[in-house]
Structures are given as structure tokens and as C-alpha cells.
């Protein structure tokens, strides 16, 4: 009898490497030549048709959620086509691969688990954070960006432990589709310093630290590591924060900002996509940017964010910077902010009130409101991060327009059920004077006979073009006046003259936005002294440095 041997044959790893698959696209001659032979089917698909067809694909799926896992599988497969299909209909797939659905799939990662992507670092073992990072098998200058969180405030649902590295590899994705940085050259990072949601800690699939998160000094040496770590092996990545608390957050990049690359987005970039509106809007208010008055509901990191860019904006502008502080009112759940309170944060304070300016103002049960703000300040900008609905009252917004011509109001607190104030509704109030921008998508509203596009305040019309610049000028900080050009590269990509003009651009065309944006940011590093690169024509060092969803061996048409 012959004994029969089962042979089962390697896969050959160009099929399973994401970054070099193109799957059916692979020619005759590049099948013979990579032992590809018999493994996959006789015809041969260019880019486009293996575009067309993954949308279709990834169209017929139930619902978002399950638009988002087709995407990451694809993803998971072949990089180059995952991206040619985001590029293609980047509007329309950028809340599938990011916010609001990636909130979803944050929630369910453990329970959809399907591969790694990116690096888990762990505060229980500090010690292997160099050994991981070295599993990349990437040199000191083949990393240019690393976005890292440790997610403890997720988007709008909070704490989701090691889920939130979604967050990280969405996030890579966005600076990919929308300015061409290239996924060669990223890396996702998870710190998973442990959870406090109790439904994660008794959930047995859940693959984080089963421990509350760690907090106090512990957890500043890990940051401390972390940095030294990525710094070290990568030293010309930009290194991204993203979704950390607010008592971290701040403090690791005021710590930190000087010594390292640092770049937090919930921080700077909310801060100064939001200030962008503010630029379109000071060109019809009328109002220099020196002379506006901020008022700030919902005192936290994005809130206190938005008001160091304008501040600093205004100091730029010719303001005192003493006296910019003094044009900030803040406005948290104990009412106005004044420096005989306890327990303010320490970046809460350079804006809290002397109580002897405020004594005769009116309290309600010892707070003095969002209203009486208002009507005793007479601001020219109200700014909502509180996540508080309605908020902004009908109130509060005749007293806005009483106090200024055009009143500069954004309620950019999301989702939807969580915004201070729709803004039809502040149109309304405001008689048609108010100029709106939101955090959310809102169609076009009409009042008084004008139709308004409405604005959002997208960080993605924003940092995808600021960590370009970075990149491409070297710059060894991220600094107030790279965040100002940024802001103000995305300002003057609009037209608000036209009444009822968005204060802001669409994302339809987010690769030419951010293109713009990178030269803006590279100008700004050279005229900060920070660019390590001084290239001779910036807009042609910007450009080729996108990189594109193609082939190398021309079958992307």
C-alpha cells in the first residue's frame, strides 16, 4: 500500500502583504514571475475596474457599520485599492471610515476582531516598547507620521479602551485619502493604559488590560517612554495625539510640546479649523480679528483649544497679549469662570474672571449664567463645545445679535442630539444676521429669502494638510504660526462675501484643500524657523510628496 503524503502549498506572500497585493490586476508575466501561477483566476482587472467593482461591493452592504468592515477588510488586503476606492468618494465614505461610524466599530472591536494593524503598546510592559516597535522592520527614516491614543475620550462615547486603536487607523486613513501621505509610512499606536467602562472589564472578549485605567505618575513615565520610544526609533515622525482626557491631553503637550514633534487634534486642529471660520467671518463681520469678544460654552480641551488659536490669532492681529487673554470668557457646568473658584484646570485659569469685575452680575444659584454672560460682555463670537442641547437659546441669541451686527456664533458640540442650537434656528433668532458654522453636516437653510450653506468644522478640511507641511518643511515643532497658516490656507478657500456664502469649504475635493493647506504650513516653518527641510520650490515638494492609489506598472486606467 502507498502511503499518500497531503502537500499543501505556501501562500505566497505578495497575495497576503496588503501593501504589495493588486490581487486580480496582476499580469500574466508578473504571476509567472512571483510564483503566482494557478492562484487566482485567468482574467486581469486594471485599478479602475477593481475600483468599480469594490464600491459596488461595499455599496450593497446593510448599513455603516458593515460598509466600515467591508472597507477595513479590503484594507486588510490590498491597500492600494482600498485607497483608490476612498479617494474616488471621499465625501461620501469619510463618516464610514471615520467619524460617526468608526464610533460603532470602536465600540464592537473585540467582538469583530479580525486582524492586528498598528502596534499595542501596554503600561504593564513599558520595557517592550522598543522590541515592538522594532517588529516594523522599518529604518530611522521610513516613518514620517505615528497617530497614537489611548482612548479614553473616544469621539462622543468615552472610554473604549484598546478599541480605540480604530481611531488611530481611521485617522491614518484620512491623512492618506486626503493628502497623500504615504500608508508606507505610518504607524497606528494603541496605548492601552487599561478601562474604566465596567462593561469592558467584565466582558471575556474583551483584548485589553482587564484593569482600571492607570492614572498619576505611572502613567506620565509610560507617556514619558512612549515618547523617548517613538522619538528615538522614528525621529523624523510627526507624533499625533488623539482622544486622550482632558486632564492628559493638555498637560502632555504643554509638557512635552517643545522637546517632541507634537501634534494633538482634538487640541489644535479643532482649534484652528475652527478659527478658519472665524477668518471667513471676520471678512463680513467687519469686526478685526484683534477686536472680537469670545465667549466659550463648555470649558473643556476643545473649548479652551479654540480659544488659545483665537487668542493667539488675535495677538498676531496686534493685540496686546494680556488683553487678548482678557477678550476670553469662559463658561463651564459652574457657570462663568472666576479665579476664586476650586478645582479649575490648569489651562482653564490664564481666562478665569477676577470675582471683584463680575460681583454685581446676576447668579442663578450662585452661577452666572450663559445669558447674563451675554448680555453684560456683549461678545462678537459664541463658541459651543459643551455638548449641552439647545443651549443656545432663542435668549441667548437675540441678546447676540443685540450686541453685534453680525454675530458670529458655532455650535460645534456633536452628534446632532448633543448640538447647542440648530442653525436654522439661530437664523431665525438672529433676525438672518448670525453667521453659523456647525460640527455637524446641516443642509442649506433658508431665512429671509437667502438660501445658507452651512459650514462644518471638520478637523479632516484641516489636519491632513497641516501633517503634510510638516513633513514635507522637517519642522522639528508644530507652531502657533503653522497652525495660523493652516487655519488661514482653509479661510481663503472660500468666498463668504455672497450672502448667505459657507463660512467653510466642502470636503468634495479634500486632496487640492490639503495640498493647498501643506504649501501654507511649509511657508509658516520656514518663516518660524523650525523647517529642517528648505525646499527650493515649496508647491512642487508638496505635490510629489502625495502619494497616489496606483500600480507601478501602469494598470491604474
Not at 490586476?25 to 477593481?50: D, I, K, M, W, Y
Not at 462593561?199 to 492614572?215: C, F
Not at 459650514?455 to 489636519?463: E, H, I, K, V
Request: a negative charge.
Amino acid at each position: 500500500m502507498t502511503e499518500s503524503r497531503a502537500r499543501t502549498p505556501a501562500t505566497p506572500g505578495v497575495l497576503v502583504d496588503p501593501l504589495s497585493n493588486r490581487g486580480v490586476a496582476f499580469t500574466a508575466r508578473e504571476r509567472e514571475a512571483l510564483g503566482l501561477t494557478g492562484r487566482l483566476p485567468s482574467g486581469v482587472l486594471t485599478l479602475t475596474e477593481q475600483a468599480r467593482r469594490a464600491y459596488r461591493q461595499m455599496r450593497a452592504q446593510g448599513g455603516d457599520l458593515a460598509k466600515n468592515i467591508y472597507l477595513e477588510q479590503l484594507h486588510d488586503r490590498n491597500e492600494t485599492l482600498y485607497f483608490k476606492v476612498l479617494g474616488d468618494h471621499l465625501a461620501e465614505l469619510l463618516p464610514i471610515v471615520y467619524d460617526p461610524t468608526v464610533g460603532e466599530a470602536i465600540e464592537k472591536y473585540s467582538h469583530e476582531y479580525r486582524r492586528p494593524r498598528g502596534i499595542f503598546l501596554s503600561i504593564d510592559r513599558p520595557d517592550d516598547m522598543e522590541q515592538a516597535f522594532a517588529t516594523l522592520q522599518l529604518g530611522p527614516e521610513d516613518v514620517d507620521l505615528i497617530v497614537c491614543t489611548d482612548a479614553e475620550e473616544i469621539l462622543g462615547i468615552g472610554d473604549w479602551g484598546v478599541g480605540g486603536i480604530q481611531i488611530s487607523v481611521g485617522k491614518l486613513a484620512v491623512y492618506t485619502a486626503a493628502a497623500g501621505v504615504d500608508p508606507r509610512r505610518v504607524v497606528a499606536v494603541s496605548l492601552d493604559v487599561g478601562t474604566d467602562r465596567t462593561s469592558l472589564l467584565e466582558d471575556p472578549l474583551y483584548l485589553g488590560n482587564r484593569h482600571p485605567r492607570v492614572r498619576g505618575a505611572r502613567y506620565d513615565a509610560f507617556i514619558e517612554t512612549y515618547l523617548e520610544t517613538a522619538s528615538s526609533a522614528f525621529p523624523d515622525a510627526l507624533l499625533h495625539f488623539e482622544d486622550f482626557g482632558p486632564g492628559n491631553a493638555r498637560r502632555i503637550l504643554d509638557r512635552h510640546g517643545g522637546r517632541y514633534r507634537i501634534f494633538n487634534d482634538d487640541i489644535q486642529g479643532t482649534g484652528a479649523v475652527t478659527l478658519a471660520a472665524a477668518l471667513s467671518a471676520v471678512k463680513v463681520s467687519g469686526v478685526r480679528l484683534r477686536d472680537q469678544k469670545l465667549v466659550v460654552f463648555g470649558a473643556g480641551t476643545a473649548g479652551v483649544g479654540i480659544a488659545d488659536q483665537l487668542r493667539d490669532a488675535m495677538i498676531r492681529d496686534g493685540r496686546d497679549p494680556e488683553r487678548a487673554v482678557a477678550q476670553v470668557w469662559l463658561i463651564d457646568r459652574q457657570g462663568l469662570l472666576t479665579r476664586d473658584m476650586t478645582g479649575l484646570r490648569d489651562f482653564q485659569q490664564p481666562y478665569a474672571r477676577d470675582p471683584g469685575e463680575v460681583a454685581d452680575w446676576a447668579r442663578d444659584d450662585g452661577a452666572i449664567s450663559l445669558l447674563e454672560t451675554v448680555r453684560r460682555v456683549r461678545p462678537t463670537i459664541l463658541l459651543g463645545t459643551s455638548t449641552v442641547h439647545g443651549a443656545f437659546t432663542r435668549e441667548v441669541v437675540e441678546a447676540m445679535a443685540e450686541g453685534t451686527e453680525r454675530p458670529i456664533i458655532f455650535p460645534i458640540s456633536n452628534p446632532t442630539s448633543r448640538i447647542e442650537a440648530m442653525p436654522a434656528d439661530v437664523l431665525a433668532w438672529s433676525g438672518g444676521k448670525a453667521l453659523v458654522a456647525t460640527g455637524i453636516p446641516v443642509p442649506p437653510v433658508t431665512c429671509g429669502g437667502v438660501t445658507h450653506q452651512i459650514g462644518q468644522a471638520n478637523n479632516a478640511l484641516l489636519y491632513p494638510g497641516l501633517g503634510l507641511g510638516t513633513i514635507v518643511s522637517g519642522a522639528s515643532q508644530v507652531t502657533a504660526g503653522m497652525l495660523l497658516a493652516a487655519a488661514g490656507a482653509v479661510a481663503d478657500q472660500v468666498d463668504p462675501s455672497e450672502p448667505g456664502a459657507s463660512l467653510l469649504p466642502p470636503v468634495d475635493d479634500l486632496r487640492e484643500s490639503s495640498a493647498l493647506t501643506a504649501i501654507a504650513v511649509v511657508k509658516a516653518a520656514l518663516e518660524d524657523g523650525v523647517a529642517t527641510s528648505k525646499p527650493t520650490d515649496i508647491e512642487e515638494a508638496v505635490r510629489e510628496a502625495m502619494w497616489q492609489p496606483v500600480y507601478p506598472d501602469g494598470t491604474a486606467s
